[in-house]
């Protein structure tokens, strides 16, 4: 599947020097379909106005993908702090996070806010102290117990995300 490389502006709403240190990045964009190549990418166009494809109105298909990559990151994270090497751990945890936060956002049926303070209190399913747990993650992302916490976070959202499925279902009957 051929990729459009399109250069952007990071819109005011995801500015957050953690992900995006540089004011413009280039992205690679399917076509079709969902994908997730780079993280906040649909987050990002659909902020610059673009009408393309937004997860967070098909949780159906978005979520699934988005739980099987958190399980490919988990397993790098493993080996590489078997391994003891911080020096690839810094990005992996950067696309660990980025998809925690897309889980969490896109859960809640919104587009992810990146910019500080993150909007933590807009969202109803959200994990127990995610703010506090996720400022301490993101200010040690190379340490073991940031890896733990985030994994923990991870879980804690797919409860939440059940719990507005089910909730969401008990309304329309």
């Known amino acids: ?3 459009e490389c399109i250069k952007i502006k990071i819109p005011d709403k995801l500015t957050n020097p953690f992900f995006f ?3 413009e990045i280039v992205i690679k964009v399917s076509p079709s379909g ?3 190549n780079e993280n906040f ?3 990002i166009l659909f902020f610059l106005g673009e009408e393309r494809h937004r997860p967070w109105e098909h949780l159906n298909e978005a979520l699934p993908i988005l739980r099987k990559e958190w399980e490919k990151i988990k397993i790098t ?3 590489l702090h078997t391994r003891r090497d911080k020096s690839n751990t810094l990005p992996a945890m950067k696309k660990g996070i980025g998809v925690f936060l897309q889980f969490l956002f896109w859960s809640n ?5 990146l910019k500080s303070p ?3 209190d807009s969202l109803v399913y959200k994990p127990v102290n995610v703010e506090e747990r996720l400022g301490f993650i993101i200010s040690r992302p ?3 117990h940031s890896f733990i916490q985030l994994g923990e976070l991870m879980e804690e959202q797919k409860k939440q995300n059940a719990i507005r499925a089910i909730k969401k279902k008990a309304s329309k009957l």
């Open 1 to 3: 599947m051929d990729r």
């Open 21 to 23: 240190p540089e004011k």
């Open 34 to 36: 969902f994908d997730l």
């Open 41 to 43: 990418i649909y987050d």
């Open 77 to 79: 994270l493993e080996e």
């Open 109 to 113: 049926e919104k587009p992810v806010i």
């Open 118 to 120: 993150i909007p933590f």
């Open 142 to 144: 190379g340490l073991f």
